[in-house]
Every structure is written in structure tokens, then in C-alpha cells.
């Protein structure tokens, strides 16, 4: 397996086809992308097909790391993270599952839960 950005310039990498924390870490190291995708699951597939290194969310590819399909490559140096947001509009008032949804978020991302 690649132990440094150089190394991994050296293999088919799948990368999103639109703007994200994955397209832009694959710009800035410089790797070409051999193939895209346009969700998380065509980038899977592509892994998944042994011809192509590409970047998953950890809770994604958990699964496949315990059925053996998949396993992470030096994840301490070849990794991202990714800030969500989530806004409503004030006018006029968002639909009730809307909130719902809204204090559901609250909820289960508040500090120190």
C-alpha cells in the first residue's frame, strides 16, 4: 500500500465529480482522478472493483472493512474532514417536520452529548 501522497499518485483514484472536501484534498495532493463518481456509492463500487483507491466516510466503510472487501490505507495521513450545516429559513416559517427535524439535529449534535 502507498505510504506517502507521492506514492498514491502512483495509483487509479476515484474522486468525486462535484465540488466537496474530497474533490478539493484530490486537487491540492495533486491526483487525477481515472474515474468519478457522483455519490458515495459509485465511489464504493469503484474500490470495490480492486482497480481504484478513493475516499469513503468511515462510517460508509466500516461495513466492507469487516467483511474484508475493503481496508483503509493509512488513514492517519490520507484522510479529510467534513463540516455540516444545517439552516431553515425564518419567513416564512418552515413546516412542522421541518422543525422536527431541526430540533431532532439539535439534539443528537449538541456538545457534550
Known amino acids: 500500500p502507498p505510504a506517502d501522497w507521492h506514492a498514491v499518485r502512483g495509483y487509479q483514484f476515484a474522486g468525486l465529480g462535484y465540488h466537496s472536501p474530497n474533490m478539493e484534498l484530490s486537487h491540492q495532493a495533486r491526483l487525477q482522478r481515472a474515474a468519478t463518481g457522483f455519490d458515495q456509492e ?8 480492486g482497480r481504484f483507491l478513493g475516499f469513503l466516510p468511515d462510517h460508509y466503510a466500516e461495513a466492507f472493512e469487516r467483511q474484508g472487501r475493503m481496508q483503509a490505507v493509512n488513514p492517519s495521513l490520507f484522510h479529510y474532514h467534513c463540516q455540516f450545516v444545517s439552516l431553515m429559513r425564518r419567513s416564512p416559517a418552515p413546516a412542522r417536520a421541518a422543525q422536527a427535524f431541526a430540533q431532532c439535529l439539535e439534539d443528537v449534535h449538541r456538545p457534550g452529548r
Not at 459509485?42 to 472493483?49: G, H, K, N
Open 42 to 49: 459509485s465511489i464504493a463500487t469503484l474500490i470495490l472493483s
